[in-house]
């Protein structure tokens, strides 16, 4: 293991766009569709520039919403590799490293951070 990093268990392994993004699975409370939402919820597409709908939505207790257009379940111990504190600030705090999963490294995510950072302004939601 890396200096400084730690093994973490049960991720959702998502994709927006091309994308991809993390997320630790104890933090999702519900998996919801878009419809429950009416827009509502962050895209994470958003955070990449990509402009596609999202068809899941992964909800924190606290309420806060991240849709992506697919996940996936992976239960294996990963190491989680700490963010550089270079990236200590990227989307509003929310990144906490990354994790290497089938040669690619994914982006682990605070869903209840990025949740509140992709979140739609009222003027948009409107």
Do not use: K
Not at 76 to 105: C, D, I, K, N, W
Request: hydrophobic content about 50%.
């Amino acid at each position: 293991m890396a200096s400084g990093s730690r093994s973490i268990t049960g991720m959702l392994l998502c994709w927006a766009g091309h994308h991809r993004v993390a997320f630790a699975a104890h933090e999702v409370a519900t998996i919801e569709s878009p419809s429950t939402f009416e827009g509502r919820a962050g895209s994470a597409c958003r955070a990449f520039g990509v402009a596609t709908g999202a068809e899941r939505i992964l909800v924190a207790a606290s309420g806060e919403a991240v849709g992506v257009d697919a996940l996936e379940i992976d239960s294996e111990p990963l190491t989680l590799l700490p963010a550089p504190a270079l990236l200590g600030r990227v989307a509003g705090g929310s990144l906490r490293g990354f994790v290497q999963v089938r040669g690619g490294l994914w982006p682990l995510m605070s869903l209840v951070d990025f949740g509140r950072f992709l979140a739609p302004t009222t003027r948009e939601a409107a």
